[in-house]
């Protein structure tokens, strides 16, 4: 049973699931799948993070290293302004920039998880740098990552039925030469280093499809920058990959361009296709209930000109206080 502090309790905020929270991998230290001794180190930490300020957010389970990295990781958030930023980010330039450099999640693995394709032959900085800055394509990086977080893996753990934490990915080589990679190299470092300092653990699988010849060589370098249960999840596939991924994705969710068979109107791309969009499986995260709330209050002011309080979030009409009553909350665990 977890540690009690008869002088402390705890903000119950993040104990608010109307997911499933057990993860199909019955692997100890994973959800649901805890021993009394690890559930009484997260009570702990969560207890020392709380006492120090930090009430928002929880990961692994040892004490030292999970406080330091939970503290550094809460710092990088306020610096970059991540909690306002995913309420009021609009990448307003994405067409443009999806003409170099497509990133995008699209439908689900056989697994469940959310898919991601990043397609990565027509890389021009210098071009794109016309379009955008590389601050704000960080910035649409972090962006995707809290929206992965919520709600699009919620969303497909309802569908699943069990808790899903990871996604499936597919970075697609194709036209990508060996002499390219200087050009790119200080973003996808940037960008290599907040996946996995600050949001780790989220890589179930990576397809590195149409891998050009010399490219074990590049790996080598990238393989530095990860850790070595990441490189485990990677499979570097060359031109004939079609198998591979058909065997975890299936073939309706897979992008005609990869050897499957969807052709979402307007292009997979900017589809956003899912089950994060629909309403069966969706719910409003918390970064959008304050939107809501922000729009409502705008309207009950008269700032906005009108009368009409639904705001259109994620492809739904929400009403702020309709979309409150749906989260429902889940006991500590004892």
């Known amino acids: 049973m977890a540690a009690e502090n008869p002088h402390m309790e705890l903000d119950p905020k993040y104990d608010h699931y109307d997911f499933p929270t057990t993860s199909p991998n019955a692997h100890s230290g994973h959800p649901g799948h805890t021993t009394p001794e690890q559930d009484a180190q997260v009570y702990q930490l969560r207890m020392m993070l709380e006492a120090a300020g930090y009430k928002e957010r929880l990961d692994t389970l040892t004490l030292v290293g999970s406080t330091s990295w939970f503290v550094e990781c809460e710092k990088w958030r306020e610096e970059f302004n991540l909690d306002e930023l995913v309420r009021t980010f609009d990448y307003t330039e994405k067409a443009e920039v999806f003409k170099y450099y497509p990133q995008y999640y699209h439908k689900t693995d056989k697994d469940g998880r959310p898919v991601y394709i990043e397609q990565l032959g027509n890389i021009d900085l210098t071009a794109m740098y016309k379009i955008t800055t590389g601050d704000r394509m960080l910035q649409n990086l972090a962006v995707e990552y809290e929206k992965l977080a919520d709600p699009r893996l919620p969303a497909c753990s309802r569908k699943a039925g069990s808790l899903l934490e990871t996604c499936c990915t597919i970075m697609d080589l194709k036209g990508v030469g060996v002499t390219r990679v200087p050009s790119v190299y200080a973003y996808v470092k940037q960008a290599s280093a907040m996946s996995q300092n ?10 590195l499809i149409n891998a050009p010849w010399g490219f074990s060589t590049v790996f080598s370098v990238v ?54 969009r629909d309403p069966e499986w969706t719910r409003p995260a918390p970064w959008q209930l304050d939107v809501a709330a922000r729009k409502e209050a705008e309207v009950t002011n008269g700032a906005a000109g009108a009368a009409e309080t639904d705001v259109k979030i994620e492809g739904e009409t929400l009403h702020a206080q309709d979309a409150a009553d749906e989260i429902t909350t889940a006991p500590v665990p004892q």
Do not use: M
């Open 198 to 207: 600050y949001y780790p653990e989220r890589l179930g699988r990576l397809y």
């Open 223 to 276: 393989k530095g920058w990860l850790d070595p249960i990441t490189v485990e999840k990677i499979h570097v596939l060359g031109a004939n990959y079609h198998k591979d991924l058909l065997e975890h994705i299936p073939q309706e969710n897979l992008p005609e361009i990869f050897g499957g068979t969807c052709q979402c109107e307007g292009g997979c791309e900017f589809s956003d296709e899912g089950p994060w």
